[in-house]
């Protein structure tokens, strides 16, 4: 079992910035691929970016490109999400999850993981 704990989440102005952590307990973590997505009022859940074991290969969600950062730091079981915002519309409840690295899945749908944390909320104002 993975045991991950988001936080970081809050309120911010569109076009400030925010650094949500995820951290992680439980078993090996740089064992694990690891990704962050986005749950939005009536809407899916949706993916925004994901990262290898390593860090070395990272993927993002068109809409968060060149704006949002994904990382890790494997000493410290933490992954992290740098967000430069830009809209009301990122406004969400952000999950990061982990999904083990031997899976080998692409790793932008949910259910590609096997652990989730709780969520951070993250509300965008205008």
């Known amino acids: 079992q993975v045991q991950l704990v988001e936080s970081g989440g809050g309120l911010v102005q569109a076009g400030g910035s925010l650094r949500l952590s995820c951290a992680a307990s439980?078993?090996?973590?740089?064992?694990?691929?690891m990704g962050w997505f986005r749950q939005s009022p009536g809407k899916e859940r949706e993916f925004v970016a994901r990262i290898s074991w390593n860090g070395g290969t990272t993927y993002y969600a068109d809409s968060v490109k060149g704006r949002f950062t994904i990382s890790r730091d494997n000493a410290k079981n933490t992954v992290y999400l740098q967000m430069n915002t830009r809209k009301p519309e990122e406004t969400g409840v952000y999950y990061c999850?982990?999904?083990?690295?031997?899976?080998?899945?692409?790793?932008?749908?949910?259910?590609?993981?096997?652990?989730w944390g709780q969520g951070t909320k993250v509300t965008v104002s205008s």
């Open positions: 999850a982990g999904v083990p690295s031997f899976a080998q899945v692409m790793g932008v749908r949910p259910y590609d993981y096997n652990y």
């Open positions: 439980g078993r090996t973590f740089s064992n694990y691929a």
